[in-house]
């Protein structure tokens, strides 16, 4: 006890310091975090916790450093070994101060995150607090054991700190070449298929790092098994550092090792990370850097043993041993090759295939989606499904012999349904190996797993209602939940009763519709995130007449937040955009029409725009536009908000910045109504602002222009629908014509517009709640 | 005790200890003598557990002392180059002892800084050189082990302070039985010090002696006779060396003085006069006779012969 006590003042010095730091880093950056004025999602460990990330490294190297400082100089390992304590107690009263040190730091650290969170109302994922202290107290600990093997195999600071970058990262370094290379040379399989003995994430300090360079891995890094397996490797390098430790000649103090065999060893090991590369796949056959790699492995090893021996004789002794590192290195590249090869190659039978499992595509982004998550637990046990999956690796990797590389694109049309999904095969013999596929047919795809009940019931499910953190980019304390929480409550309600998946990843793609025809039309998305467990999701619903409850709850909150859309300055506006004269003005209208009736009797979303400036080099399709913009916008203001979802209805929004004839600007009245600050609070001269219809300022700009973007659905009478037809008809074929669009919806073979009357209009839906 | 057998220790290619064997006995102060380089800190190291022997053995009252806490916990050591903690004072360095010594008295090491005028409260890197070695010296004595080792520990000391740390050794080795093991490459130094001294050389100790026994062993004798002589006219006598310039001679005779005097009397010489010799000329005659030689090749010859 005295020894271990008597080491926690020795490390007090450092571990004040590292403390109070790692304290005020986690105070600033959660502070910085929780202020900010917009989250879209609850943070990830990386992200909440990225003080402590920095802290592995800094921690664990110091403690080490400073616990073991004795050894590199004579008169202090002198003291130290002289004292009537065995050396294997000294060693974990060393190791045990060093790891209470880590562990007040992490808490005192996660502690205060975490109040910061609480005290700020930021949401944050709860389960991360308990995970994070043995997380990063085991990955500190994973440091501090590799600086105690260095520290013991050493006797000076910078052949200790040297050697603990070695022996902490050489062989994982090594992995990480070895995975790389199989990566780029089979090119179906991903950093997360990789077998546990080749993710960079299983060793959690090394894959701190290995995250920062594929961010995907961030996914998978904070696993319990990862945690389990970091625990056992800290505790057998700590062992391994004892032993070493207990064995350690005291006279090896002041110098960098024991005799000219390590230091060669070590000059063998400081050259491995340079020969690794050809390992990587960066380096191929008859690449001009082949002789720089070496040429740099040999400088590496010769200037280092010529550091150490000092004498010339010895170095070129010495040299034969630095074709050890060169076998090891041309050993990495045949066998990286020849075990992507391998697993390239293996493709098995449908019938041997148990399941398989979809991944889902952005698994390896920051937040995934719900319905993403539940999918990747679905079993596909359906003879199509695993049979399309076996035809479509061996297609895979039949295009891969033939082009070099996964490459469909010579089919334009068949290259709108490719799809990238990554498959897990579990085979009868309870085998499993992962595949990145490129599938031909994504609606093919869909429609096998379909055949699956869980995948019907995984890709409609929604998170737990409580479980949603942001909706729409805005906590929940914040306006923007609260007034859009009464769409997700209807949404929630609403889903159920329709066969619609919840997310589009799961809908029947048709790359020439894209979703705007009937109950596909689509009025808008909710943004929702939040955590399940320490799952955190990102969905996207998207808003569409086939769920015209959600879709009336869209219109009205739009509706709602239009407060003034000055449809009199659109109409000046419009009227003098024919003829611009200033060098600054400029004019645009855009228009979403719903429920547009078509030839072939259906009603489609369609979107037309219009533009003006004084130098614009289209001025004859304009010049032809110019009246039907005239007279929609002449319609427009007799046409009345509508939160029918079934309406012929349209959204405007449109911008512009005009003089009058006295040189002042149109709506130069509204324009000074407006506060002269931007929505954050910064200052805006008067005059240069935008303005929005729904009163807010959203951001300066050039003097006098003014932003409608957020308007009203607007109806109209049946008089006025059939003249908004015939405009729009007209309108479409000048667009055609020019081909002419933002929003490029131009069906290229589809129905015309409004050769079928405008039908009744649909009851509106019954009001919600 | 301390006992040593066939005790070796490696650098590479250097040899620092060879083969040494010796006993130290409890309760006295042993000194150790050699020249720079002859070992006498890398056995101190080995007495202390700070090095592994490469072969043989060193024991402490009957049991290895490398790696083992029960035997070190009798030990202390005072080395050449002392370690402080960093920032620390002599509390502080106190509470380190303390936590390592079974038997650390704070008693004592209150009356020892007293005693040695020393600020307990003040960094230790202020110190001066031998108030440095002052602090280490109250700190081994108060951890109150059975053997203390010093590694050329008076050198740095004052006279005045030289003298503290010997009469306070004295109490230790008197009152407690302590052994106290003290190298130096100054045999003067050891002399007045000393109940047993060692000459190490190339890592070995070729002679060892209780002081008072070895000052009295040899003597040297100065004689003139009217007619020629030669070394030759003295048997009886074992004459470690003999020099004649002229008609004087002067020789060293190891054994009883009063009964080299009464022979040589008896050839009536002119002159005859028994002197004492230096603890370090006994040394060197004692060296020769051996065999070794730790000085100028000069001191060979045939006119020592």
Redesign the interface.
């Known amino acids: 006890m005295?020894?271990y006590?008597?080491s926690i003042?020795?490390l007090s010095?450092v571990g004040l310091v590292l403390f109070a730091l790692s304290l005020v880093a986690s105070a600033v950056v959660s502070i910085q975090y929780c202020t900010a004025q917009y989250h879209s999602n609850v943070p990830g460990m990386t992200q909440m916790f990225s003080p402590l990330i920095a802290f592995i490294y800094a921690g664990g190297v110091v403690f080490a450093m400073e616990g073991f400082s004795?050894l590199n100089?004579?008169?202090?390992?002198?003291?130290?070994?002289?004292?009537?304590?065995?050396?294997t107690?000294l060693f974990w009263a060393i190791s045990l101060a060093a790891l209470t040190w880590i562990a007040a730091t992490v808490l005192g650290s996660v502690l205060l995150t975490v109040i910061v969170y609480t005290l700020t109302k930021t949401a944050y994922v709860q389960l991360f607090t308990l995970v994070a202290v043995p997380f990063f107290t085991i990955a500190t600990m994973m440091v501090f054991a590799a600086g105690a093997i260095a520290m013991s195999l050493t006797g000076t600071a910078i052949t200790g700190l040297g050697l603990t970058v070695l022996v902490f990262g050489l062989l994982r370094f090594m992995q990480f070449t070895i995975a790389r290379g199989i990566i780029a040379n089979t090119q179906i399989i991903s950093w997360l298929d990789l077998p546990w003995y080749l993710t960079p994430v299983t060793n959690i300090a090394t894959g701190q790092i290995a995250q920062l360079l594929r961010p995907m891995l961030r996914q998978t890094l904070y696993s319990p098994f990862n945690m389990l397996y970091s625990l056992v490797i800290a505790g057998g390098e700590l062992f391994l550092a004892q032993v070493l430790f207990?064995r350690r000649?005291?006279?090896l103090a002041e110098h960098g090792a024991a005799?000219t065999v390590m230091q060669t060893v070590f000059a063998c090991a400081a050259v491995i990370p340079v020969v690794m590369l050809f390992a990587s796949g960066i380096i191929r056959q008859r690449n001009p850097s082949i002789p720089i790699v070496i040429g740099v492995a040999i400088g590496i090893y010769v200037i280092y043993q010529i550091i150490v021996l000092r004498a010339a004789k010895k170095v070129l002794l010495s040299l034969p041993w630095l074709l050890v590192p060169l076998a090891v290195g041309i050993a990495g590249y045949y066998g990286t090759i020849g075990a992507a090869t391998s697993m390239q190659n293996y493709v098995p039978n449908t019938q041997d295939v148990a399941y398989v499992q979809f991944g889902g595509l952005s698994r390896g982004s920051e937040s995934v989606s719900y319905q993403q998550y539940m999918v990747s637990k679905v079993r596909f046990t359906e003879t199509d499904v695993r049979q399309y999956a076996v035809e479509t690796l061996r297609d895979n990797i039949a295009n891969i012999r033939r082009t070099g590389y996964i490459n469909y694109s010579y089919d334009a049309q068949a290259g709108y349904l490719l799809i990238t999904q990554p498959v897990t095969f579990v085979l009868n013999d309870g085998t499993k190996f992962s595949r990145v596929l490129t599938f031909l047919n994504q609606n093919t795809l869909l429609n096998y797993c379909q055949e699956n009940s869980d995948f019907m019931e995984a890709a409609r499910a929604l998170p737990p209602m409580d479980s949603v953190r942001y909706l729409q980019g805005a906590g929940p304390y914040q306006n923007g939940y609260l007034e859009n929480s009464k769409i997700l409550d209807v949404f929630y309600s609403e889903l159920p009763e329709t066969m619609y998946p919840a997310s589009d990843s799961y809908r029947y793609y048709d790359p020439n519709s894209q979703y705007a025809s009937d109950e596909e039309q689509n009025y808008g998305s909710l943004s929702v995130s939040g955590y399940v467990g320490m799952m955190r999701y990102w969905d996207n619903y998207n808003i569409r007449l086939g769920m015209p409850k959600s879709a009336s709850a869209w219109m009205e909150y739009q509706n709602n937040q239009s407060k003034g859309e000055y449809l009199d300055i659109l109409q000046e506006m419009t009227t003098k955009s024919a003829d611009l004269h200033e060098d600054m003005d400029y004019f645009n209208i855009s228009t979403m029409v719903y429920n547009t009736p078509m030839s072939d009797g259906t009603k489609q979303t369609l979107s037309f725009y219009f533009d003006r400036s004084p130098y614009d080099n289209t001025v004859e399709m304009k010049d032809q536009l110019q009246p039907l913009v005239n007279e929609f916008v002449e319609i427009l203001l007799r046409s009345k908000p509508t939160t029918n979802p079934n309406d012929f209805c349209v959204f405007v929004t449109w911008g512009g910045r005009m003089h009058n004839e006295d040189g002042t600007f149109i709506g130069a009245d509204i324009i000074a109504q407006q506060p002269a600050t931007n929505s954050d609070g910064s200052f805006v001269s008067g005059g240069s602002i935008y303005y929005v219809s729904d009163g807010r300022v959203i951001y300066g700009g050039i003097s006098g222009a003014i932003n409608a973007y957020s308007p009203c659905y607007r109806a109209f009478s049946a008089a006025d629908q059939a003249r908004l037809i015939e405009i729009f008809q007209q309108w479409k074929a000048v667009q055609d014509q020019y081909n002419y669009t933002v929003y490029g919806s131009k069906p290229v073979d589809g129905p015309s517009i409004g050769t079928t009357p405008v039908e009744t209009q649909t009851a509106e839906p019954e009001p919600v709640g | 005790m301390i006992k040593a057998r066939k005790l070796t220790k490696r650098f590479g290619e250097v040899e620092a200890l060879l083969d040494l064997n010796c006993n130290i006995p409890q309760g006295c102060i042993y000194g150790m003598v050699g020249a720079n380089g002859a070992g006498k800190s890398t056995f101190l190291r080995l007495c202390n557990g700070i090095y592994q022997p490469d072969a043989g053995h060193i024991s402490i009252n009957g049991g290895e002392v490398f790696d083992n806490p029960a035997v070190k916990e009798h030990c202390v050591f005072v080395p050449d180059e002392l370690y402080f903690l960093p920032q620390s004072n002599l509390n502080r360095m106190a509470l380190l002892y303390e936590s390592m010594y079974p038997r650390f008295s704070l008693e004592r090491f209150a009356d020892l800084s007293a005693a040695f005028k020393l600020d307990r409260t003040r960094q230790l890197n202020t110190f001066s050189k031998g108030m440095r070695r002052q602090a280490a010296t109250i700190l081994a004595l108060s951890a109150m082990t059975d053997y203390v080792f010093f590694d050329e520990t008076f050198d740095g000391l004052d006279p005045v302070m030289r003298n503290l740390v010997k009469g306070m050794l004295y109490d230790d080795v008197l009152e407690r039985g302590c052994t106290a093991v003290v190298t130096s490459h100054s045999l003067r130094e050891l002399e007045d010090t000393c109940d047993q001294l060692a000459l190490l050389y190339q890592g070995g100790i070729v002679f060892e002696s209780d002081v008072q026994n070895l000052k009295t062993s040899l003597f040297k004798v100065q004689i003139a006779f009217a007619e020629e002589y030669d070394r030759a006219r003295f048997t009886g006598l074992e004459i470690l060396s003999f020099i004649k310039q002229g008609s004087v001679a002067n020789m060293i005779i190891r054994g009883d003085s009063v009964k080299a005097k009464a022979i040589i009397g008896a050839q009536s010489p002119l002159l005859l006069e028994v002197l004492p010799l230096t603890l370090e000329e006994v040394f060197l005659f004692e060296m020769e006779a051996l065999g070794y030689s730790f000085e100028a090749p000069a001191l060979k010859g045939d006119e020592r012969a």
């Open positions: 005295k020894p006590l008597e003042r020795k010095r004795f100089k004579r008169s202090d390992s002198d003291f130290y070994h002289s004292l009537p304590v065995s050396r107690k207990k000649h005291s006279e005799n």
